[in-house]
């Protein structure tokens, strides 16, 4: 197996993970210090701009941060939850970038799909950029991700959740 076959498979079952609402399985996926951000998407006036502000993000987490949410996804207060939604992440277009001797960036488009009973199907597509480090023992952690997502102004339903 190729490295950019394996960095695939280990995006595979992290996205897997989340669809699947296994948090503590996809956390354990992520190294301890893992930033999470999705800058605020904007429309510049020239094409050479930067389409996406890295003053104002629309998210900023962090390991901990995560592991909070999903704690409180998992509790039976969390009724906005209830019931759980259908989701799906679809990867592809991986492409990777050595940083280090055991450090790769890693970019990928994804969609993700999501619906819940009467609610509206959500639809979100994105660009990721990963920055992924070598483990002995769980062959790959995510040590950061920014989302870049396609469209101005998200919808709530588009970014929850893009992760």
Not at 45 to 62: A, L, N
Request: net charge negative; hydrophobic share 35%.
């Amino acid at each position: 197996m190729t490295l950019t076959e394996a960095i695939g498979q280990f995006l595979y079952e992290e996205s897997a993970a989340l669809d699947e609402a296994r948090y503590s399985d996809w956390l354990a996926l992520l190294a301890d210090d893992f930033r999470y951000e999705v800058p605020q998407p904007i429309t510049p006036q020239s094409p050479d701009e930067e389409q996406y502000s890295s003053r104002m993000p629309i998210s900023r987490e962090s390991k901990g941060s995560l592991r909070m949410r999903f704690d409180r996804v998992s509790s039976e207060y969390a009724w906005s939850d209830r019931p759980r939604h259908f989701l799906r992440h679809f990867v592809s277009n991986i492409r990777v970038c050595p940083l280090g001797p055991d450090e790769w960036e890693v970019r990928s488009n994804v969609l993700v799909a999501r619906s819940r009973s009467s609610e509206e199907n959500t639809l979100a597509t994105a660009g990721r950029v990963d920055v992924l480090r070598g483990d002995p023992e769980r062959g790959f952690l995510l040590a950061a991700r920014t989302v870049h997502l396609d469209v101005e102004v998200p919808s709530a339903g588009q970014l929850i959740p893009v992760y």
